[in-house]
């Protein structure tokens, strides 16, 4: 047995004095303030960014566009594909712009020699509505008005579609990269005539098979 004085417990702490501990419960009001913002900040984030990706399946042998989320079939469009002279390319390609309302230049190609640049909306700009971008600058998904010709191999290598069904799918890829838009914002592009692209910061996937 050891004899002796009592061993004093000695503190780490420091005394706080009264204004530190002012100090102190202002920053910890400071941070409780903050935290419905992150939190908020957060909550929108989950709102807006979907909780599986779309994704597109075109298929040239079948003349169809698939939409996909996760293992649920979202819709299934009639397209048309490229010609044999001028074939749709095939592979998994990524749509990162959009362009709505959009004018016509014609492409340095023979079929297109003699023909004019068309502006947004008019009668004979064989782009309808809209164009997904999925192989700039000569391959996307478009509207068109020779919707005899959905089911075909027909077009000079995009797909055509329906324009309503062109419309409908642009508005679902712009949803999926967490810029959502409705038929109203379009009809106001529609209406001033203005051509308006859309760069995708989370592009939606698109396979092309045979």
């Known amino acids: 047995m050891e004899h002796g004085l009592p061993k004093t417990r000695v503190s780490s702490r420091r005394r706080l004095t009264p204004r530190h501990r002012m100090h ?6 400071l941070l409780a303030a903050t935290l419905p913002l992150t939190v908020l900040s957060s909550a929108v984030a989950r709102a807006i960014s979907p909780a599986t990706d779309l994704a597109l399946t075109a298929s040239l042998s079948g003349k169809t566009l698939t939409v996909t989320r996760g293992v649920d079939t979202v819709k299934v469009y009639d397209v048309a594909v490229g010609a044999d002279r001028h074939p749709t390319p095939t592979g ?42 999925f192989q700039e600058p000569d391959y996307y998904i478009h509207g068109t008005d020779a919707v005899e010709t959905l089911g075909q191999a027909a077009s000079h290598g995009c797909l055509r579609m329906d324009p309503n069904d062109a419309g409908e799918l642009g508005l679902m890829v712009m949803e999926n990269a967490g810029v959502a838009r409705n038929w109203d914002w379009v009809k106001g592009l529609l209406h001033l005539g203005e051509q308006r692209t859309v760069a995708l910061q989370r592009p939606t996937a698109l396979t092309i098979v045979r």
């Open 24 to 29: 102190r419960r202002s920053r910890s009001l």
């Open 92 to 133: 998994t390609f990524a749509i990162r712009k959009i362009v709505w309302n959009p004018a016509w230049v014609p492409p340095k190609e023979k079929w297109a020699k003699g023909k004019a640049p068309k502006d947004p909306g008019h009668p004979e700009n064989p782009m309808k509505l809209v164009k997904l971008f």
